[in-house]
């Protein structure tokens, strides 16, 4: 019996670490992602390139894209884990 509820409140928490890291990601994406303006056709993109030219960065750091944003969240939900199951 004990294992069970053991069980479930492990359950309930990884699910929230995972809706956390959801909303994480939201945040960096929204506050530190690098969106870029096509020079050619004006077009908000994430890629550095589009149609077949070079776009002028309108928000973000540059050098954080998608892939970074979830490395970064990814970290820090891992580093709140840590935390949680340490406590």
């Keep these: 019996c004990i294992y069970l509820k053991l069980s479930i409140f492990y359950i309930f928490l990884i ?16 506050l530190l992602q690098a969106k870029f303006k096509c020079t050619k056709c004006q077009e908000i993109t994430e890629k ?7 776009t002028e960065i309108i928000e973000g750091i540059h050098w954080v894209n998608n892939n970074m944003v979830n490395i970064m969240s990814s970290a820090i939900t891992t580093i709140i884990a840590v935390a949680i199951f340490l406590v």
């Design 48 to 54: 550095t390139e589009h149609c077949d030219n070079k």
């Design 15 to 30: 699910a929230g670490l995972i809706f956390l890291q959801t909303i994480i990601d939201s945040i960096l994406g929204s």
